[in-house]
C-alpha cells in the first residue's frame, strides 16, 4: 500500500495536519498505518549515496566487531548484556544492512530499523569513546534515523514533534504571541519582589540574548521568571527575541533534517536580527547540541559557529558567580550530600564538565558535593535521551534504561539530584515516580536564587 | 465588581463549598462564573499524556476525555447549574496553579474562587492549604476566595464584612477590597486588628496602651478612606491573631473575612501565604478572602 493518511512520508507542514495526527489516540491508526507503509527503495539508496559522506561509510567498513563498545552502553548494561544490545551490532545490523542492500529492504525491516534506532540507542554518544577506531554509534544512529524519517517509519510522537517545530516553530504549540505574552506575565508577576526586573523583547546590541526551551513558556514558566531574577541580579544588559527564541529541536530526534536547519536558522536569525554581544540558552542539553554544537553545520555555516559566541547556561552562571556578579551566602549553601547528573549532550559533546563543577564550588559546602560513578564525560545518560523519554509506545523500555541511573544515584547516597538538563530533569524525576528511591531533583536557577546573597534594596520582602 | 469568577475546582467534595459560594454569588450578583479544571499535570515528557486528577492514571487527553470529563462535571455540578444562565466549563492540561493563573490573566478574571486544598488524602491535606492554593494567592492579580469548610453561617449573600489588617502595605489593597464589596453590597465592615501578644509577657497596662494605639491607627489610617460609608465599626482584641479574628467572625456571624496576604518566600513550592491567613482560612466558617495585589480591588 502506499502511503498512510497520518503515517506516509511528508512531513507535517500544516496545523490541520498536526491536530489530525494529534487527535489519533496513541497513535494507534498511524501505527496500523504503517504496518502497510511501502518503502521506496530507490530513494532510500539515492539518499544514502547522496549524504552518506566518508566518515560514516569507513566506520561501516572498519568496525572490527571487537566488542569493545558492548560495556560502554548503559542500556546493554541494563538489558542482561545480551548481545543484541551491543552498539556495534546494533548499527550494523539496521543501518550496514541497508547499505549492504543498497537500500533494497521491506516494510518489516525498516520497522524493525525503527524500534532499535529509537528503543535501543539515545545517541548519547558514550560508545564513541570506547571504541579502539572511534566509531561514534550515536553519530551512526542520529543518520539512521534520518533515513527512517524520510521513509516515514518514524515514532509517531517525534513525527508530531518536528511538526510542531514546522508548524510553530517551537516543540509545542506556543505561538509568538503566546511567547511575548509568557514574558510580559512573568515580568508582572516578578516585578514587585524584584523592582526594576523587566523580561526586555527584542532589544537590540544587548550583552546577553536568551533562548529557551518551549516547554517552559507552556508549563513551567516560572523558568524563565528565574531566569530573569538571576540576570537582573547579575546586572545583565539582556533580552529575548519575539521570534527564534525557542532552541530545542526535536527535529534532530526525529531525524527531520530540513526542519533541524529551518529551526537553528530561525535562530540564528534573531541573533543577526538583534546583534547581541552573546547568546545563552536554558538548561538544555539537546538543545544546546541542535543550536551551538550540529546547528552551525546544518545551517552550513563555515567556521562551525554560531553567529555569535553561544555558551549554555552553566557556563554563565559560572562566569556570573566567578566575577561576583552573583554573590552565593555561604550560610545558605547546600549543606547535604548532594550529587550532579551531567548531560551528554553539553559534557561529553562540548566538553563542559569543568565548569559544572566550578558552580557546585560555590554552592555546595565543601565535604558534602558527591560525584556520581563513573562521571564527568565518562557519565552514562539520564536514560530518557535522544526522544526516548516521550515516545509511548517504548515507555517500557525506557523504564528499564532509567535503572542504570538509579543505580548511580543509590550508590551516591544522596537525595538531591542537581541536573542542569531538562530532558534529564524529567528522566530523574520519572524514575523516582517508577522507581520510588525517595531523591529531589532541581535545576540550577531555583537553587541559586535560594541561596543569593541579594544586595540591598534590590528585593522587596512582603 | 464580581462580573467574572473563576471557580478553580478539581470537582471533588474538597471544592463543593467553594463551588457552592462562587454560583451563589454569580446568580445574587449577575456575575459570569467560569468553571475551571486543569485536567492533568502532563505526565513525563509529552503534554498530551497526563495523570488524571482522580484516579491518578495516566490518560490521553483526546476529545473523547475531554467530554467525558466535561460531563462529570455537569453531572457533579447539576444543582448549582441550575438557575446559573452564565456558567460555563474551561478545561485545560497543565500545572495547576500555573493554569489557574493563566486563565485568570487571561480572562481578566475578578475573583478566583478556589478551596483551601484538594481533599486528597485527608489525614494529610485537611490541615492544610494546598500547594495550589499558595501559589495561586501569592501571584494572583484578583483576590482570591478560598472556602475550606461547609460554611455554618454563609447562606448565600455577603452582610457582615470583617477586615483583618496588620498595616501592612498589602493590607492597604485588602481594604480597599473590603470597603468596596461592602459599599456596593450595603454590608457592615468591621475593621479589626489584633494585637499580637502570643508568646509574649506584658503587663495590662501595656496592652492597653497599646489597644489604643492600635485603634488610633486604624482611625487614622482607614477612616479619612471611607468617605461618606458609615456602616463600620472598630475592634481591637489583643491574642494571637488568628484565633482572634476567628472568634469575632463567628461573635459577629461575619460572611466574609477580607485579609491580605503575606510571604516572603520564593519558591512558590515553599510559600506560604502567611501563617494568619493560613489558619483564617481553615479554621473560619465563612469564605475568606485573600487580597496581595492592588488590582481589582
Redesign the interface.
Known amino acids: 500500500m502506499p502511503q498512510g493518511e497520518l503515517c506516509n512520508r511528508k512531513p507535517i507542514v500544516t496545523d490541520e495536519q498536526l491536530k489530525l495526527t494529534?487527535?489519533d489516540?496513541?497513535g494507534k491508526k498511524y501505527y496500523a498505518e504503517m504496518l502497510e507503509l511501502d518503502v521506496d527503495t530507490n530513494a532510500l539508496w539515492a539518499t544514502i549515496q547522496k549524504t552518506m559522506k566518508a566518515r560514516l561509510k569507513t566506520w561501516l567498513e572498519i568496525c572490527a566487531h571487537c566488542g569493545m563498545c558492548a560495556d560502554s552502553c548503559f542500556l546493554y548494561q541494563v538489558n542482561d548484556c545480551v548481545p543484541e544490545q551491543v552498539p556495534s551490532y546494533k548499527i550494523q545490523s539496521t543501518l550496514g544492512h541497508i547499505v549492504k542492500k543498497k537500500g533494497n529492504v521491506d516494510n518489516e525491516f525498516m520497522r524493525h530499523c525503527m524500534k532499535v534506532a529509537w528503543s535501543q540507542c539515545t545517541c548519547c554518544n558514550r560508545c564513541g569513546m570506547y571504541c579502539p577506531h572511534g566509531i561514534d554509534m550515536g553519530v551512526m544512529f542520529s543518520y539512521l534515523r534520518g533515513l527512517l524519517y524520510s521513509q516515514g517509519f518514524v515514532p509517531w510522537?517525534l513525527k508530531i514533534g518536528s511538526g510542531m517545530h514546522r508548524v510553530y516553530r517551537a516543540q509545542?504549540d506556543v505561538t509568538t504571541e503566546d511567547w511575548v505574552e509568557t514574558c510580559e506575565?512573568m515580568a508582572?508577576?516578578t516585578e514587585?519582589?524584584w523592582p526594576g526586573l523587566t523580561i526586555p523583547v527584542d532589544k537590540q546590541d544587548a550583552e546577553i540574548m536568551y533562548t529557551c526551551n518551549a516547554r517552559e513558556p507552556?508549563?513551567?514558566?516560572?523558568d524563565l521568571a528565574e531566569a530573569a531574577v538571576l540576570f537582573h541580579v547579575a546586572g545583565t544588559n539582556w533580552t529575548v527575541p519575539s521570534e527564534g527564541w525557542e532552541q530545542t529541536s526535536l527535529s534532530m530526534f526525529a531525524g527531520d533534517w530540513e526542519c533541524c536547519k529551518d529551526n537553528v536558522n530561525h535562530v540564528y536569525d534573531a541573533i543577526e536580527r538583534l546583534n547581541p554581544a552573546r547568546v545563552t540558552g536554558t538548561e538544555c542539553g539537546h538543545a544546546h547540541r541542535a543550536t551551538v554544537i550540529e546547528g552551525p553545520y546544518w545551517a552550513g555555516r563555515e567556521d562551525g559557529l554560531p553567529p555569535k559566541p553561544y555558551i549554555h547556561y552553566v557556563e554563565w552562571l559560572a562566569e556570573a558567580l566567578r566575577e561576583g556578579k552573583l554573590k552565593i551566602d555561604p550560610a545558605k549553601r547546600i549543606k547535604e550530600p548532594v550529587t550532579l547528573q551531567d548531560s551528554c549532550n553539553y559534557v561529553r559533546n562540548q566538553g563542559l564538565k569543568d565548569v559544572t563543577r566550578e558552580i557546585i564550588s560555590y554552592i555546595v559546602e565543601p565535604g558534602y558535593f558527591v560525584e556520581m560513578a563513573p562521571n564527568k564525560e565518562h557519565n552514562y545518560c539520564c536514560g530518557?535521551g535522544g526522544g526516548f523519554?516521550?515516545i509511548?509506545m517504548y515507555r517500557e523500555q525506557r523504564n528499564v534504561a532509567l535503572r542504570k541511573k538509579m543505580d548511580q544515584i543509590l550508590d551516591t547516597g544522596c537525595k538531591l539530584v542537581i541536573a542542569p538538563c531538562h530532558?534529564c530533569w524529567?528522566a530523574i524525576?520519572?524514575l523516582e515516580e517508577e522507581y520510588e528511591i525517595g531523591i529531589r531533583w532541581s535545576f540550577l536557577k531555583?537553587l541559586i536564587?535560594?541561596m543569593l546573597d541579594i544586595p540591598e534594596g534590590m528585593r522587596v520582602?512582603? | 465588581m464580581f462580573k467574572k469568577i473563576l471557580l478553580a475546582t478539581t470537582g471533588s467534595p474538597a471544592s463543593f463549598g467553594a463551588a457552592r459560594v462562587a454560583f451563589d454569588m454569580a446568580k445574587r450578583y449577575g456575575s459570569e462564573v467560569t468553571i475551571f479544571h486543569v485536567v492533568g499535570v502532563?505526565t513525563?515528557?509529552?503534554?498530551?499524556?497526563v495523570n488524571d486528577v482522580r484516579t491518578g492514571e495516566e490518560v490521553?487527553v483526546?476529545?473523547?476525555y475531554l467530554a467525558w470529563v466535561e460531563e462529570e462535571l455537569k453531572t457533579t455540578f447539576a444543582k448549582q447549574f441550575e438557575g446559573a444562565d452564565n456558567a460555563k466549563i474551561v478545561l485545560t492540561t497543565?500545572?495547576p496553579a500555573?493554569e489557574i493563573?493563566?486563565e485568570a490573566?487571561k480572562a481578566d478574571s475578578d475573583l478566583v474562587v478556589m478551596a483551601a486544598s484538594s481533599g486528597e488524602n485527608a489525614s494529610f491535606h485537611k490541615g492544610y492549604p494546598g500547594s495550589t492554593l499558595q501559589k495561586v494567592a501569592k501571584?494572583a492579580?484578583c483576590p482570591v476566595l478560598s472556602v475550606h469548610r461547609e460554611s455554618a453561617s454563609y447562606w448565600g449573600g455577603f452582610s457582615n464584612i470583617l477586615f483583618g489588617t496588620d498595616f501592612s502595605k498589602?493590607a492597604e489593597s485588602a481594604f480597599k477590597f473590603a470597603l468596596s464589596t461592602a459599599r456596593e453590597l450595603d454590608c457592615d465592615l468591621t475593621i479589626f486588628h489584633a494585637l499580637d501578644i502570643s508568646g509574649k509577657v506584658l503587663d495590662q497596662n501595656e496592652i492597653e496602651e497599646n489597644l489604643i494605639i492600635a485603634r488610633k491607627r486604624i482611625r487614622e489610617t482607614y477612616v479619612p478612606l471611607m468617605g461618606d460609608f458609615k456602616n463600620y465599626d472598630i475592634e481591637v482584641w489583643e491574642g494571637t491573631p488568628y484565633v482572634e479574628i476567628v472568634k469575632l467572625a463567628r461573635e459577629k456571624s461575619v460572611d466574609l473575612v477580607c485579609l491580605a496576604h503575606?510571604?516572603?518566600e520564593?519558591?512558590?513550592e515553599r510559600a506560604r501565604i502567611g501563617s494568619t491567613v493560613e489558619q483564617v482560612i481553615l479554621r473560619a466558617n465563612c469564605p475568606v478572602v485573600s487580597v496581595s495585589?492592588p488590582d481589582k480591588v
Open positions: 494529534l487527535s489516540k496513541s510522537e509545542m506575565w508582572e508577576e514587585e519582589e507552556k508549563h513551567y514558566p516560572e530518557g523519554n516521550g509511548g530532558n524529567d524525576r520519572d531555583p536564587i535560594g520582602e512582603w | 502532563p513525563k515528557a509529552f503534554s498530551h499524556v490521553e483526546d476529545e473523547e497543565g500545572v500555573r493563573l493563566r490573566r501571584a492579580r498589602q503575606h510571604t516572603n520564593l519558591d512558590p495585589k
